[in-house]
């Protein structure tokens, strides 16, 4: 479990700064990716990697914490909790990855959260 933790802490601190290619180093060039945004989801680093230069550019300053890891026959799942700056407030999410490890690296992430406080906290900087 200590090891499944550090590799979370440092993963999730990837999430934040707006360095995608850092992020993409913990995944296999095959992952699959999948979130709200992407109910498809994304295969491969040549399809994750425009999505998370858009994504992490729109949202450098979000903070990723893991509220628990919880170890699986392939990985591990994470339920987490997401500070997010909005305009002038910060929106707090929570949520749950189910993530698949192959040879130390992320062969499979999928993303599960509730977007709508997300989308309308946007949508109401928007306006203001």
Do not use: C
Request: aromatic share 12%; glycine share 6%; net charge negative.
């Amino acid at each position: 479990m200590p090891i499944l933790t550090a590799f979370t802490d440092r993963w999730l601190s990837a999430w934040t700064g707006n360095r995608p290619q850092q992020l993409l180093e913990f995944y296999t060039n095959d992952a699959f990716y999948l979130d709200p945004a992407n109910p498809e989801g994304l295969q491969g680093k040549a399809q994750m990697l425009p999505y998370f230069t858009k994504l992490l550019a729109r949202n450098p300053d979000w903070e990723w914490k893991a509220v628990e890891v919880i170890p699986t026959a392939e990985g591990f799942t994470l339920k987490w909790q997401a500070r997010i700056p909005v305009g002038s407030s910060t929106l707090t999410l929570q949520g749950l990855d189910i993530v698949e490890l192959r040879d130390g690296r992320i062969s499979r992430n999928e993303v599960y959260f509730d977007r709508q406080p997300w989308l309308k906290a946007l949508a109401d900087d928007a306006r203001e």
